[in-house]
C-alpha cells in the first residue's frame, strides 16, 4: 500500500528536540548556580545571611535571581506554546535538516510537562528568594540542572518518568477506562 500525499502527518515529536533543548537549558542553568553560589543567596552578612538583610529590590537585582527568572520564562514558554519556543524553533530549523529523521516519534505530552516541572521547582527557588530564604535560589536552580542534564546526556527525563508515573495511576493523561 503507498502513502498519499495528502496523508496526515505522523503525530509526535523528535526525541532528540527535546535533548537538544534540555543541553542548553543545562548550560544556562550552571551559569545560574555559579551565580547564586557567589552571589547574594549564599552569601554571609554581618547578622546572618546577606538575603536576609537585602531589600526585595536587591534580591530582584542578583543576577542569578534575573538568569532563573528568564529560565522560568523560558519554561514557561515550552508549556503555554511548545512550537514556538526558542530552543524548538532553532532544532527544527538549523538541526533537523542536518540529521536523517527520526526511527520513532514520540508523544509530546510527557517533555511538555517536564517543562512545567522545570517551571515549579526554578518558580518555588525564585518566591523564596524573594521572601529571603538562603540557599533557595541555588537549590532550585542546581535541582533543575541536574534534571535538564541527565535528559541532554543521557536521555533520562525525569519529569517525562514523572508524567508517565502519574498517568497509569489515573491522575493526568488518557481517561479511565469505563466500567464493563
Known amino acids: 500500500m503507498s502513502e498519499r500525499a495528502d496523508a496526515p502527518a505522523p503525530r509526535g515529536i523528535d526525541p532528540r528536540g527535546p535533548r537538544f533543548a534540555a543541553g542548553i537549558t543545562s548550560a544556562l542553568l550552571l551559569v545560574a548556580v555559579f551565580l547564586s553560589l557567589t552571589g547574594l543567596s549564599a552569601a554571609p552578612g554581618s547578622a546572618g545571611w546577606a538575603i536576609s538583610q537585602a531589600t526585595v529590590a536587591q534580591r530582584i537585582l542578583d543576577p542569578a535571581f534575573l538568569l532563573l527568572l528568564v529560565i522560568a ?11 514556538t519556543a526558542p530552543w524548538g524553533v ?17 508523544d509530546p505530552r510527557p517533555p511538555r ?11 518555588i527557588g525564585l518566591i523564596l528568594h524573594l521572601f529571603g530564604v538562603p540557599w533557595a535560589l ?14 541532554a546526556a543521557f ?14 495511576i489515573g491522575l493526568i493523561g488518557r481517561a479511565r477506562p469505563a466500567a464493563a
Open 90 to 106: 532553532l532544532y527544527r530549523k538549523v538541526v533537523t535538516p542536518r540529521l536523517a529523521p527520526p526511527k520513532e516519534l514520540e
Open 113 to 123: 510537562f517536564a517543562q512545567g516541572v522545570g517551571l515549579l521547582v526554578v518558580g
Open 73 to 83: 520564562l523560558l519554561f514557561l514558554w515550552g508549556v503555554l506554546s511548545p512550537r
Open 155 to 168: 536521555g533520562v527525563c525525569l519529569g517525562c518518568m514523572l508524567y508517565l508515573v502519574l498517568q497509569r
Open 138 to 151: 541555588t537549590i532550585a536552580a542546581a535541582m533543575a540542572f541536574v534534571a535538564a542534564f541527565l535528559n
